[in-house]
């Protein structure tokens, strides 16, 4: 089993100001517990550090971008020669797709790649020997139901999420034999600013609330992939093991993301 929520006493949280990295950090916030947590907006990461720290959390916010990895690297290592971390949670991601071209922008591309994909191995590479040695930590990483199959739309979101989904769950066998506990979570449609963008109709769409639970109840049991809402799991799951030509024929038509 991993650590309960009840005994963590150092979180840190990327992509913390806003979505499902906010509802987290207010989740985890308590007296005791050290929150570590970062964002771009300054303003956004304030609120939400001044919420964990009126409910008695002691809180550590960074105004760091993911993508780079000195700063990364030099803000966890400083915090974990302090405070030894118990969960990172590599939460930060943007969304981003081809707004119904034929193409999608370079440029783009690697943006989503740089913060999905490398923004991920910047935060968990830093202190991963750290729980080796201590033989004890849990990291998780946010992946999604669209790392399931390439969906139509969104090439670089669907890749990038597919990479960080494969490399956590790789991850988890290797570290496994170390005590330290590697979680990969695949959410469908949530409640934040990143959806709030989507101009077709997302079904099952859950509160971030809602999918804090979940993933925190997932952490907890240590379970290894932590995939909701249970029906578009199993839609995603379905095109994944279709064969290739039935799903691409299936989704030719699905709507473009923004």
């Not at 995603?236 to 989704?251: E, G, Q, R």
Request: one cysteine or more; charged letters at 20%.
């Amino acid at each position: 089993m991993s650590v309960a929520p009840n005994k963590v006493k150092v979180i840190v949280i990327t992509g913390a100001s806003s979505g499902i990295g906010r509802a987290l950090a207010e989740l985890y916030a308590k007296s005791g517990v050290v929150l570590c947590l970062t964002g771009q907006n300054e303003q956004r990461l304030k609120e939400i550090s001044d919420i964990c720290s009126a409910k008695g959390a002691r809180v550590i916010s960074g105004l760091i971008d993911v993508t780079d990895a000195k700063a990364m690297e030099e803000w966890l290592l400083d915090i974990d020669d302090k405070h030894a971390v118990d969960i990172i949670i590599a939460n930060a991601g943007i969304s981003a797709g081809t707004n119904g071209n034929t193409s999608e922008d370079p440029e783009q591309v690697k943006r989503v790649f740089g913060v999905n994909l490398y923004g991920v191995l910047n935060t968990i590479s830093p202190l991963q020997n750290r729980m080796i040695e201590r033989q004890s930590g849990s990291i998780v990483i946010m992946s999604s139901l669209a790392g399931y199959r390439g969906w139509p739309g969104a090439p670089a979101y669907c890749g990038s999420k597919a990479a960080v989904k494969i490399y956590g769950e790789s991850l988890r066998n290797v570290l496994s034999k170390s005590n330290v506990y590697v979680n990969v979570v695949c959410p469908g449609f949530v409640k934040s600013r990143m959806t709030d963008a989507n101009e077709f109709k997302m079904p099952f769409l859950m509160d971030t609330d809602k999918a804090a639970r979940i993933i925190a109840k997932g952490i907890e049991n240590n379970k290894g992939r932590i995939a909701f809402p249970a029906m578009t799991t199993f839609i995603a799951w379905f095109f994944m093991v279709l064969p290739d030509f039935m799903s691409h024929y299936l989704l030719s038509n699905s709507p473009s993301k923004s």
